[in-house]
């Protein structure tokens, strides 16, 4: 069951770069012809995307900064990127889709910059 984004964390995403999921399969003859067929008749879109979070010397809600909560809700509630969560369409900018959410890494120390990966589901 999908879930949503946390609470203590913005969604003000930028640097969004996105392409397509590999939706084909290649079967190759022995005769040396190749066929491909499509995995789903609606390919999958991937973002990547940045996103900065308030961190060292900032203001902390509940114990946490703002990425401690990202760091925290990644973790416990999208399970490291296993489980679907709700956004606002990355393309659109209205309407819900829902993504899986891998976090690739972060930088910084006041504020850290935070690069993430969507995929459709």
Known sequence: MA?????????????????????????EFKSGRTVKYL????????HALNLRCKDKGTVKVDGKTEFEWLLYWY?????????????TDIITGSGTKQYLVTIEGWSGQRFKEVNLQLEEV
């Open 3 to 27: 879930q949503n984004w946390s609470t203590y964390v913005n969604t003000n995403f930028y640097g969004q770069d996105g392409g397509y999921k590999d939706n084909t399969e290649k079967v």
């Open 39 to 46: 995995k789903n008749s609606h390919p999958k879109k991937t």
């Open 75 to 87: 973790e416990n509630t999208a399970k490291s990127g296993t489980v679907p969560i709700y956004l």
